[in-house]
């Protein structure tokens, strides 16, 4: 079937590249990846059409594994959900693709660069079109090991290396949860294909399962688990930690992870999962109170950094507990829709810096930045329409998605409100620290050097051209989710996901949505405001504030010690453990006891037997008659 080329062709785009880029392809590498990558969103659409007709497109391809009971097959399933997925995946990715040629003009590593660039996307695509658990658990791995190849792309630099090995670890730990949960899922529904699992989920009412001797809901134990998966992969406290340091790979591959792909795995895990979700509330509240909680914790660690990208680096993990406090209190396709929006303002935001950090040659400390305003229009005009998105300015993108959360989460009792009132105050930080972004790096004097000051100029079309696309994204995407207290009918996202994702129940009248919606605008002004005061007014406040609050600042800017706990109470003591045991026992007293033993028990014999050798024909003679002697004895004796 043709859909099936979506994932095919950026796969055969690595293939082609990665066995002949070294040697002939070269530079050259973006004339294959980039057509593979835009044909495969050419399908999409197509595929979206098909889909927006009422067509579901459920293929088995072959059979992958048949052993027993166990028989999963490599198929596709695309739904409203992965029709979704698949326009924003490739959609962004194109324009991703377009601006690295001119972001990584000149690298030694370009052809490898598209490679890793070409298997990221195929990983992703076979995830969200699997049609069984098996699938998007291999496409789960496979971007992980994709992320480690990209954020460590510049190997060379131990900060890039060290980032990528972070990034894979921590992984690891949400996705051994996640096959736990797969392996559980068929356990208990003989089946990995998601239409008979999603079919069945209904048996899993008052179900329950031992769990270190204790009876635990069996809904529960399966959802928990699959979402320690999402919080990894989403990077949702307490496995946030690996995304902020993600900054060290190429300013494309921030975009391209934490807008469009990799981390939205886990949002789309949950929503797809929905039909299992419903069925624990005990697994929806945890997942809207991690969300709701990892939104207002990054906001808060966003607000002091200095780094750009870090920056908008918080502003993701910050974003992405919006999404996850949707899907927990029920709202699913309120999650989705502002994974969709999400991707497009996210997106240009790192694509900007990217090009603010290519003016600067690879400057990223926006203390040594200021006056960019100037020297870069283009990309300060699509900086702050990224900036009016994010913070919820009617009528962009941001508004429409980001309220649509707000107002969910109000409706659904005392712990929708509670979190109601979280979401609201993490946008009121989300819009300082934006603006705070914006004023420090295009407002005021240059403070970098003479010399950086000498070359700053705009960048070129190949890179502000995709800045524009993504700023049209910014603007219009949300209007496809315009709130129906605005225009009737007007949720076409919502109605669109509906037979996947089924509608969010609330209760809530119309002063309510708009006190929320009022609520929503006026803290966004209100964050505004206050970095305009800030960082333009009165330039000395922010040093007075952080004197005046040192312990607070320096929490923040810190990152509440996380990291510093994690090695503490994990990585030191598991070097140790192992500088004991792997070290200390086992490699010296095992392997060199193995290793230098058995030779010198070989050595020790050998030296006793080579002295048979003696080199005196006398003493050989010798041993021959005493040889003699012993057979003619023998004959004689036992004959």
Same mark, same amino acid.
């Given at each position: 079937?043709?859909?099936?080329?979506?994932?095919?062709?950026?796969f055969?785009? !690595?293939?082609?590249?990665?066995? %002949?880029?070294?040697?002939?392809?070269r530079?050259?590498?973006?004339?294959?990846?980039?057509?593979?990558?835009?044909?495969?969103?050419?399908?999409?659409?197509?595929?979206f059409?098909?889909? /927006?007709n009422?067509k579901?497109?459920?293929?088995?391809?072959?059979?992958?594994?048949?052993?027993?009971?166990?028989n999963?097959?490599?198929?596709?399933?695309i739904?409203q959900?992965?029709a979704?997925?698949l326009? =924003?995946? @490739?959609?962004?990715?194109?324009?991703?693709?377009?601006?690295?040629?001119?972001?990584?003009h000149?690298?030694s590593?370009?052809?490898r660069?598209?490679?890793?660039?070409?298997?990221?996307?195929?990983?992703?695509?076979?995830?969200?079109?699997g049609?069984?658990f098996?699938?998007?658990?291999?496409?789960?791995?496979?971007?992980?090991?994709?992320s480690?190849?990209?954020?460590?792309?510049?190997?060379?630099k131990?900060?890039?290396?060290?980032?990528?090995?972070k990034?894979?670890i921590?992984?690891?730990?949400?996705? !051994?949860?996640?096959?736990l949960?797969?392996?559980?899922?068929?356990?208990?529904?003989?089946s990995?294909?998601? @239409?008979?699992?999603?079919g069945?989920?209904?048996?899993?009412?008052g *179900?329950?399962?031992?769990?270190?001797?204790?009876e635990?809901d069996?809904a529960?134990?399966?959802c928990?688990?699959?979402?320690c998966?999402?919080?990894?992969?989403?990077?949702?406290?307490?496995l946030?930690?690996?995304?902020?340091?993600?900054?060290?790979?190429p300013t494309? =591959?921030?975009?391209?992870?934490h807008?469009?792909?990799?981390?939205?795995?886990?949002?789309?895990?949950?929503?797809?999962?929905?039909p299992?979700?419903?069925m624990?509330?005990?697994?929806?509240?945890t997942v809207?109170?991690?969300?709701?909680?990892?939104?207002?914790?990054?906001?808060?660690?966003?607000?002091v950094?200095n780094?750009i990208?870090?920056?908008?680096?918080? /502003?993701?993990v910050? *974003?992405?507990g919006?999404?996850?406090?949707?899907?927990?209190?029920?709202?699913?396709s309120?999650?989705?829709?502002?994974?969709?929006?999400?991707?497009?303002?996210k997106?240009l935001?790192?694509?900007?810096?990217?090009? #603010?950090?290519?003016?600067?040659?690879d400057?990223q400390?926006?203390?040594?930045?200021g006056?960019?305003?100037?020297?870069?229009p283009t990309?300060?005009?699509? !900086?702050?329409?990224?900036? %009016?998105?994010?913070?919820?300015?009617?009528f962009?993108?941001?508004?429409?998605?980001k309220?649509e959360?707000?107002?969910?989460?109000?409706?659904h009792?005392?712990l929708?409100?509670?979190l109601?009132?979280l979401?609201?105050v993490?946008?009121l930080?989300?819009?300082f620290?934006?603006?705070?972004?914006?004023?420090?790096?295009?407002?005021?004097?240059?403070?970098g050097?003479?010399?950086?000051?000498?070359?700053?100029?705009?960048?070129?079309?190949?890179?502000?051209v995709p800045?524009?696309?993504?700023?049209?994204? +910014?603007?219009?995407a949300?209007?496809?989710?315009?709130?129906?207290i605005?225009?009737?009918?007007?949720?076409?996202?919502?109605?669109?996901?509906?037979?996947v994702?089924g509608?969010?129940?609330?209760?809530?009248?119309?002063?309510?949505?708009?006190?929320v919606?009022?609520?929503?605008?006026?803290?966004?002004l209100?964050?505004?405001f206050?970095?305009?005061?800030?960082? =333009?007014?009165?330039?000395?406040?922010?040093?007075?504030l952080?004197t005046?609050?040192?312990?607070?600042?320096?929490l923040?800017?810190?990152?509440?010690w996380?990291?510093?706990?994690?090695?503490?109470?994990?990585i030191?003591?598991m070097?140790?453990?192992?500088?004991k045991?792997?070290?200390?026992?086992?490699?010296?007293?095992?392997?060199?006891?193995i290793?230098?033993? #058995?030779?010198?028990?070989? +050595?020790?014999f050998?030296?006793?037997?080579?002295?048979?050798?003696?080199?005196?024909?006398?003493?050989?003679?010798?041993?021959?008659?005493?040889?003699? %002697?012993?057979?003619v004895?023998?004959?004689?004796?036992?004959?």
């Open positions: 079937m043709i859909y099936t080329l979506i994932p095919l062709l950026p055969l785009s !690595f293939i082609i590249i990665i066995l %002949l880029g070294r040697n002939f392809i530079d050259k590498a973006h004339f294959i990846a980039i057509p593979a990558v835009a044909t495969s969103f050419l399908l999409a659409i197509s595929a059409m098909e889909v /927006s009422g579901v497109i459920n293929i088995d391809v072959y059979s992958w594994i048949v052993s027993g009971d166990f999963v097959s490599f198929g596709f399933l739904d959900l992965t979704i997925m326009l =924003v995946v @490739t959609s962004i990715g194109t324009l991703i693709f377009i601006y690295s040629v001119g972001y990584m000149g690298d590593g370009y052809y660069f598209f490679a890793y660039l070409s298997l990221f996307i195929f990983s992703m695509l076979i995830l969200v079109m049609n069984n098996l699938m998007m658990y291999f496409g789960w791995e496979a971007v992980g090991l994709c480690y190849f990209l954020i460590g792309f510049w190997f060379h131990k900060s890039a290396g060290d980032a990528g090995k990034a894979f921590v992984n690891r730990f949400g996705d !051994f949860g996640f096959g949960g797969v392996i559980l899922i068929f356990l208990t529904f003989g990995l294909e998601f @239409t008979q699992v999603f069945q989920a209904g048996i899993l009412a *179900q329950t399962i031992n769990f270190l001797g204790t635990v069996l529960t134990m399966i928990l688990l699959l979402f998966g999402a919080v990894g992969k989403s990077a949702q406290i307490p946030h930690v690996w995304l902020p340091d993600a900054m060290e790979g494309p =591959v921030s975009a391209l992870i807008a469009a792909t990799m981390v939205t795995a886990g949002v789309f895990m949950v929503a797809r999962c929905n299992l979700f419903i624990s509330p005990v697994a929806m509240n809207a109170i991690v969300g709701g909680v990892t939104a207002i914790l990054a906001a808060t660690i966003a607000l950094q780094d990208k870090r920056v908008i680096a918080y /502003s993701t910050s *974003q992405l919006y999404m996850f406090l949707a899907l927990g209190v029920g709202a699913f309120a999650g989705i829709f502002h994974l969709y929006t999400h991707a497009y303002f997106a935001l790192f694509l900007a810096s990217g090009s #603010v950090i290519h003016a600067l040659h400057e400390d926006m203390r040594n930045m006056g960019l305003k100037k020297y870069m990309t300060y005009k699509v !900086f702050v329409i990224a900036t %009016l998105s994010i913070t919820g300015i009617p962009l993108s941001g508004f429409f998605s309220d959360i707000l107002w969910k989460a109000y409706q009792g005392d929708g409100k509670f109601w009132f979401g609201t993490a946008a930080l989300t819009a620290y934006s603006w705070r972004l914006i004023y420090m790096t295009f407002h005021g004097k240059f403070r050097t003479p010399e950086q000051e000498k070359h700053l100029h705009e960048s070129p079309p190949i890179i502000t800045l524009w696309c993504l700023a049209i994204g +910014a603007i219009f949300g209007y496809v989710g315009i709130p129906p605005f225009v009737e009918h007007g949720d076409k996202i919502g109605e669109f996901l509906a037979p994702l509608h969010s129940e609330g209760h809530g009248t119309h002063a309510e949505e708009y006190f919606i009022f609520a929503s605008i006026f803290v966004a209100a964050g505004w206050v970095a305009h005061i800030m960082y =333009v007014k009165k330039t000395d406040l922010p040093q007075k952080g005046m609050f040192a312990p607070v600042h320096k923040l800017y810190n990152k509440y996380i990291d510093e706990l994690y090695s503490k109470t994990l030191q003591p070097l140790k453990a192992s500088e045991v792997i070290l200390g026992f086992f490699d010296k007293i095992v392997i060199e006891g290793v230098n033993g #058995v030779p010198a028990v070989i +050595a020790s050998s030296q006793g037997i080579r002295k048979v050798q003696t080199g005196l024909l006398s003493n050989y003679g010798l041993v021959m008659a005493l040889g003699a %002697l012993c057979f004895g023998y004959l004689i004796f036992m004959g």
